[in-house]
T-cell receptor, first 112, second 113 residues
Framework: GQQLNQSPQSMFIQEGEDVSMNCTSS?????WLWYKQDPGEGPVLLIA?????ELTSNGRLTAQFGITRKDSFLNISASIPSDVGIYFC????????????FGTGTRLQVTL | NAGVTQTPKFQVLKTGQSMTLQCAQD?????MYWYRQDPGMGLRLIYY???????DKGEVPNGYNVSRLNKREFSLRLESAAPSQTSVYFC????????????FGPGTRLTVT
């Protein structure tokens, strides 16, 4: 099946730092979604992207739909302790109906 | 508006036992999904229902069955549980149209001994 590679797998940062993570695919996607999962909870949708080159913000979070349509990026500015969690990308391409393919996640830990 | 709800939150089964995981959504969404989450594997689709009355296999359907009871409810059944089915199970739903955004429930943590 399709695979989405997320990097980094995990990262430790200090409060106030900016964070960048990315997701790459072996095939072209038409939709990219970014989710955050807190321990013991279900994933929560952060940002949805539908057009190549699109840049969308949600508070301190900014995500981009790569122009090759094979990648997406998520940036978090001025991180705070509640940013801790696992961030997942998910993509959809034509021919897969409404199904999404998920990445394996980036685990973010923020130190004071 | 509770969104997507799942029951139970936790469950321990012995090998060979059966059980049904329940999922309900109150957002009037047409499509519903069942995923399992294992360490280092991300979320993998078990089954999905594009609309009431239809169900289709996902990436890892073996050992599971589903029922789309009505527009609100989508259940997942393990007929004979195996240790390999120890996992966290998530239900999700999606509204129709061009949006492919899925909204998740809080999960069921299942252990099979």
């Amino acid at each position: 099946g399709q695979q989405l590679n997320q990097s980094p797998q995990s990262m430790f940062i200090q409060e106030g730092e900016d964070v960048s993570m990315n997701c790459t695919s072996s095939s072209i996607f038409n939709t990219w979604l970014w989710y955050k999962q807190d321990p013991g909870e279900g994933p929560v949708l952060l940002i949805a992207l539908y057009k190549a080159g699109e840049l969308t913000s949600n508070g301190r979070l900014t995500a981009q739909f790569g122009i090759t349509r094979k990648d997406s990026f998520l940036n978090i500015s001025a991180s705070i302790p509640s940013d801790v969690g696992i961030y997942f990308c998910a993509g959809r391409n034509t021919g897969t109906a409404s199904k999404l393919t998920f990445g394996t996640g980036t685990r973010l830990q923020v130190t004071l | 508006n509770a969104g997507v709800t799942q029951t139970p939150k936790f469950q321990v089964l012995k090998t060979g036992q059966s059980m049904t995981l329940q999922c309900a959504q109150d957002m009037n969404h047409n499509s519903m999904y069942w995923y399992r989450q294992d360490p280092g594997m991300g979320l993998r689709l078990i089954y999905y229902s594009a609309s009431e009355g239809t169900t289709d296999k996902g990436e890892v359907p073996n050992g599971y069955n589903v029922s789309r009871l009505n527009k609100r409810e989508f259940s997942l059944r393990l007929e004979s549980a195996a240790p390999s089915q120890t996992s966290v199970y998530f239900c999700a739903s999606r509204r129709v149209g061009d949006s492919y955004e899925q909204y998740f429930g809080p999960g069921t943590r299942l252990t099979v001994t």
